[in-house]
């Protein structure tokens, strides 16, 4: 089955800073990403997302970077703030079939 | 973007009774919602598939009678926890998916999710 994991369960950058999250999946037939932030009590917000016919999307302040070659995904938030810190979610499905897969998760902790 | 609620965002009950959760989506009709547990500093984990007019699907593992799902109609879909113990605390997430035209991948829109504690 499907699994999609996080290189770093935690992150600690400086307001300012350009943060990276990483996410490996598995599936080689995934073909749809999201990035989730999710806020502590809260459900998951959307940030963005990416199909596997591409390998860069850019948002606000937003980047989301897909090598399929390696089954790999980052997300780059740049001039981190504050308001950034949250756990961020990767997940991963297929077209065709509507369910996703969430990877564990990683802390973004932005100091002031 | 499309806001799907939860209702009630917390509740505390205690042992051996059931608990219902609400998800709607507020501003779309949704054919099918989805359901999702979260333990503390986890990720989440698909209980089940949630389809308007038939039964919900549900994922292995996950017990049909102890989780009830019922999705009377597009736009609400809800979750009853069945004789409630303290391992079944959690929060609890539902989403909805707006749908588009050529295939189920639309955005997905989650609830603001609920936290159910049991004592």
């Known amino acids: 089955g499907e699994s999609v994991g996080l290189h770093l369960p935690t992150l600690s950058v400086q307001e300012g800073d350009n943060s990276i999250i990483n996410c490996a999946y598995s599936?080689?037939?995934?073909?749809?990403f999201i990035w989730y932030k999710q806020e502590s009590g809260k459900g998951p917000q959307f940030i963005i997302d990416?199909?596997?016919?591409?390998d860069k999307r850019q948002g606000q302040r937003v980047t989301v970077l897909l090598n399929k070659t390696v089954k790999h995904l980052s997300l780059q938030i740049a001039a981190t703030q504050p308001g950034d810190s949250a756990v961020y979610f990767c997940a991963a499905g297929s077209t065709g079939y509507s369910t996703l897969t969430f990877g564990k998760g990683t802390m973004l902790l932005v100091s002031p | 973007g499309a806001v799907v609620s939860q209702h009630p965002s917390w509740v505390i009950c205690k042992s051996g009774t059931s608990v219902k959760i609400e998800c709607r989506s507020l501003d779309f009709q949704a054919t099918t919602m989805f359901w999702y547990r979260q333990f503390p500093k986890q990720s989440l984990m698909l209980m089940a598939t949630s389809n308007e007019g038939s039964k919900a699907t549900y994922e292995q593992g996950v017990e049909k009678d102890k989780f009830l799902i019922n999705h009377a109609s597009l736009t609400l879909s809800t979750l009853t926890v069945t004789s409630a113990h303290p391992e079944d605390s959690s929060f609890y997430i539902c989403s909805a998916r707006v749908p588009i035209a050529g295939g189920p991948s639309g955005e997905l829109f989650f609830g603001e999710g609920s936290r159910l504690t049991v004592l």
């Open positions: 599936n080689s037939a995934s073909d749809y």
């Open positions: 990416i199909r596997s016919n591409m």
